[in-house]
């Protein structure tokens, strides 16, 4: 019985052919304000802006001969699509990590585009327009980008800097950073802080949200009517000058920064908030 459970035991833990690396690149034609859809998993997104009506696209694939990457890029309609396809996992148990196709991306300056990946980064700049952004299992990190955008992730930050554009979305058990933001924020987290400078909210209203973390907020332009929530056995700090208090206890503090009505919403449990 020694011999059947051995070889039993190497097809269940059958090596694959030794991993080979290779770059490939496309490129599709499409105008400012045009429909881009770009999606892998477990690899990683790098999208940036250029002056150009064309959509590039370098992959860099990792496979084996057992598990081949393929990746397609087609016009459809007055939109692109860019696809890594993947082999379904084989039977048994596999050693090392599975195959990946990344993505580095060129874009017009302005697209309507959805980018999505899976227990990798995401990480795009300078340009605009309709813009999703989803991981999972890591972080997203936007700059100079223009216009809405949404963003969804899971145990990853999210960390924005000089947006000219609203931004929703959330994560959990990490930390979202943001400096510079111009448009309206509805951003939330779970266990982890939230940490913001240079925000504006455009009268769109700012609303942050975590459990578990604190908070600290450098409102900069932003003006309004904040309400900081918290437990009540945790602090609310106000560290800007020239607001009006409209109402403290129980955890909670409501004030006004002269300049607008916009709402700006922030809330924590278990722990503290400071406002500037």
């Known amino acids: 019985m020694r011999a059947?459970?051995?070889?039993?035991?190497?097809?269940?833990?059958?090596?694959?052919?030794?991993?080979?690396?290779?770059?490939?690149?496309?490129?599709?034609?499409?105008?400012?304000?045009?429909?881009?859809?770009?999606?892998t998993a477990n690899s990683p997104i790098h999208v940036e802006g250029w002056d150009r009506d064309e959509v590039a696209v370098t992959a860099q694939i990792e496979d084996s001969e057992d598990r081949p990457v393929r990746w397609e890029m087609r016009a459809e309609g007055a939109g692109v699509t860019v696809e890594a396809l993947f082999p379904k996992a084989a039977w048994g148990i596999h050693l090392g990590h599975g195959p990946s196709c990344a993505f580095t991306v060129k874009v017009p300056r302005s697209v309507v585009g959805t980018f999505t990946t899976s227990n990798d980064i995401i990480a795009a700049g300078g340009f605009g327009g309709s813009l999703t952004f989803r991981t999972t299992n890591d972080d997203i990190t936007l700059e100079h980008l223009d216009g809405a955008v949404a963003v969804s992730t899971t145990n990853g930050a999210i960390t924005a800097r000089h947006l000219k554009?609203?931004?929703?979305?959330?994560?959990?058990?990490?930390?979202?950073?943001?400096?510079?933001?111009?448009?309206?924020?509805?951003?939330?987290?779970?266990?982890?802080?939230?940490?913001?400078?240079?925000?504006?909210?455009?009268?769109?209203?700012?609303?942050?949200?975590?459990?578990?973390?604190?908070?600290?907020?450098?409102?900069?332009?932003?003006?309004?009517?904040?309400?900081?929530?918290?437990?009540?056995?945790?602090?609310?700090?106000?560290?800007?000058?020239?607001?009006?208090?409209?109402?403290?206890?129980?955890?909670?503090?409501?004030?006004?920064?002269?300049?607008?009505?916009?709402?700006?919403?922030?809330?924590?449990?278990?722990?503290?908030?400071?406002?500037?």
């Open 4 to 39: 059947p459970m051995l070889l039993a035991l190497s097809a269940l833990l059958a090596l694959p052919a030794l991993a080979g690396v290779r770059t490939e690149q496309k490129s599709l034609p499409l105008k400012a304000g045009g429909t881009l859809s770009v999606s």
């Open 165 to 276: 554009a609203s931004l929703k979305g959330s994560t959990t058990n990490d930390t979202l950073r943001l400096e510079d933001v111009e448009g309206g924020i509805d951003l939330a987290t779970t266990n982890s802080a939230v940490v913001a400078s240079g925000l504006d909210g455009r009268d769109q209203g700012i609303a942050l949200r975590t459990t578990n973390g604190d908070m600290t907020i450098d409102l900069g332009r932003a003006t309004g009517v904040v309400h900081a929530r918290t437990s009540r056995h945790e602090e609310v700090r106000i560290e800007r000058k020239g607001v009006d208090l409209l109402e403290s206890g129980g955890g909670q503090l409501k004030v006004r920064i002269p300049g607008s009505a916009q709402a700006i919403d922030l809330s924590t449990t278990n722990g503290s908030i400071t406002l500037r």
